[in-house]
Antibody, heavy 124, light 106 residues
Framework: QVTLKESGPVLVKPTETLTLTCTVSGFSLSNVRMGVSWIRQPPGKALEWLAHIFSDGDKSYSPSLKSRLTISRDTSKSQVVLTMTNMDPVDTATYYC????????????????WGQGTLVTISS | DIQMTQSPSSLSASVGDRVTITCRASQSISSYLNWYQQKPGKAPNLLIYAASSLQSGVPSRFSGSGSGTDFTLTITSLQPEDFATYYCLQSYSTWTFGQGTKVEMK
């Protein structure tokens, strides 16, 4: 059974750094056909992709947020960590992690499993 | 960056209606287009991947079409559980979501 679960602080002060952890089970972060992304959604607004880590450890970031984001993983703990620096109230959102899945025959980079999300509020 | 323009932003429909949502990419994305359904307080749920492939477990009333820059999600006979917000997602070059379409009850 594939699961992803986000964890981290509920409340962060402006200018602080946010650190979120995604703990996965039911698959390996080293599986060549998989990867994990972070995606966020401000209250009442659309989804926004943030960052991705591939099975080989390669990383990709949203161009608009690249300077503030770092994604990493600990395969032994089955965890993917996202850090976002210099937090601002506009960063208040539900943060999701999601699994990228490729079949044996093709890869369309879709996210097939998502965590439940964690709401992070930025406020002093 | 690839931009995704989704329309309409909202629509009102009745149970049994045929519903169509469109998504346009700012450049060709081949068939790297996915559709998600999201209900309030829940994570998105994958409906369609590769523009027209139905995700396992998703009812056959959902279908997707298109390639290149223009894509469509169709719900052939809207059911009560289908009232939700729908998002397209391009996965050709990194990832970009559309702005969402809220399907409301008429």
């Amino acid at each position: 059974q594939v699961t992803l679960k986000e964890s981290g602080p509920v409340l962060v002060k402006p200018t602080e750094t946010l650190t979120l952890t995604c703990t996965v089970s039911g698959f390996s972060l080293s599986n060549v056909r998989m990867g994990v992304s972070w995606i966020r959604q401000p209250p009442g607004k659309a989804l926004e992709w943030l960052a991705h880590i591939f099975s080989d450890g390669d990383k990709s970031y949203s161009p608009s947020l690249k300077s503030r984001l770092t994604i990493s993983r600990d395969t032994s703990k089955s965890q993917v960590v996202l850090t976002m620096t210099n937090m601002d109230p506009v960063d208040t959102a539900t943060y999701y992690c999601a699994r990228l899945y490729c079949s044996r025959s093709s890869c369309y980079n879709q996210f097939d499993y998502w965590g439940q999300g964690t709401l992070v509020t930025i406020s002093s | 960056d690839i931009q995704m323009t989704q329309s309409p932003s909202s629509l009102s429909a009745s149970v049994g209606d045929r519903v169509t949502i469109t998504c346009r990419a700012s450049q060709s994305i081949s068939s790297y287009l996915n559709w998600y359904q999201q209900k309030p307080g829940k994570a998105p749920n994958l409906l369609i991947y590769a523009a027209s492939s139905l995700q396992s477990g998703v009812p056959s009333r959902f279908s997707g079409s298109g390639s290149g820059t223009d894509f469509t999600l169709t719900i052939t006979s809207l059911q009560p559980e289908d009232f939700a917000t729908y998002y397209c997602l391009q996965s050709y070059s990194t990832w970009t979501f559309g702005q969402g379409t809220k399907v409301e009850m008429k």
